[in-house]
């Protein structure tokens, strides 16, 4: 809006031609915005007078850019908290705000206007959507983070394992077998087991010990995707 405008003969946004325009009087214009970037961009207006005349208001116009979460990497994490995270997507600014489930994420920095890193906030465990939002809208990408529990071992059975090795089940909390590992520990020593299989609910875990030549007591450790665990003098070979 403004004055003198029958005699529009061009609307621009920034240094972009708008797609069309329709004068509605002396003092209206209606304009579709061409694409633009995000931020402020000035809108002129040409007109058709022997003088070339351009009116233009500064900053009179804010493109916006779709927020959105395209992904969480890792995408699992402790159930405590404090995990340093990356999410990727599209539209953020310094005013967005991300979500895990219905808590706030920690220290969060915008990189650009596509990454940002944050600190995970507690969670229970299970997978959990996360939303970016800010005054210009906001987006969920559902079950886009799980939470874990962190692992322990409570007993390995069975206690003794013969030198040639053997099956063993590591019994406590956290123990997944995707992307775990389990070895044996002893005088420095280290040997690696093979993780066969992890109750659902992560309480309980099953490997093939390695054959050993040295008789002993030996520790366990078990290394997840959000930490390890070790069990000293665990098993007798």
């Known amino acids: 809006t403004g004055h003198g405008l029958n005699l529009a003969v061009a609307v621009l946004f920034g240094d972009s031609p708008a797609l ?30 022997s003088a070339g005349t351009v009116l233009k208001l500064p900053m009179a116009y804010r493109y916006v850019a779709k927020i959105k979460v395209l992904g969480v990497h890792p995408s699992v994490g402790d159930s405590r908290g404090g995990e340093l995270v990356t999410i990727t997507g599209g539209g953020f600014n310094k005013d967005t705000r991300f979500v895990f489930g219905h808590r706030l994420a920690v220290a969060p920095l915008v990189i650009d206007d596509h990454t940002a890193a944050v600190r995970t906030p507690q969670g229970e465990v299970g997978h959990v959507d996360v939303t970016a939002a800010s005054l210009d809208g906001a987006h969920t990408a559902k079950h886009a983070f799980r939470y874990v529990t962190p692992p322990r071992i409570d007993h390995v059975a069975p206690a003794v394992v013969p030198l040639g090795g053997g099956k063993i089940t590591l019994h406590g909390v956290g123990l997944e077998a995707a992307n775990g590992k389990v070895e044996l520990l002893a005088n420095g020593a280290v040997h690696g087991a093979k993780v066969q299989a992890s109750a659902i609910d992560g309480a309980a875990l099953t490997a093939i010990a390695p054959a050993i030549a040295k008789p002993g007591l030996y520790g366990v450790r078990y290394q997840g995707l959000v930490g390890s665990t070790t069990m000293t003098d665990a098993v007798m070979y």
């Open 20 to 49: 069309g325009f329709e004068t509605l009087d002396d003092h209206t214009v209606r304009a579709t915005t061409p694409p633009g970037t995000s931020g402020f961009v000035d809108v002129s207006v040409r007109l058709a007078d």
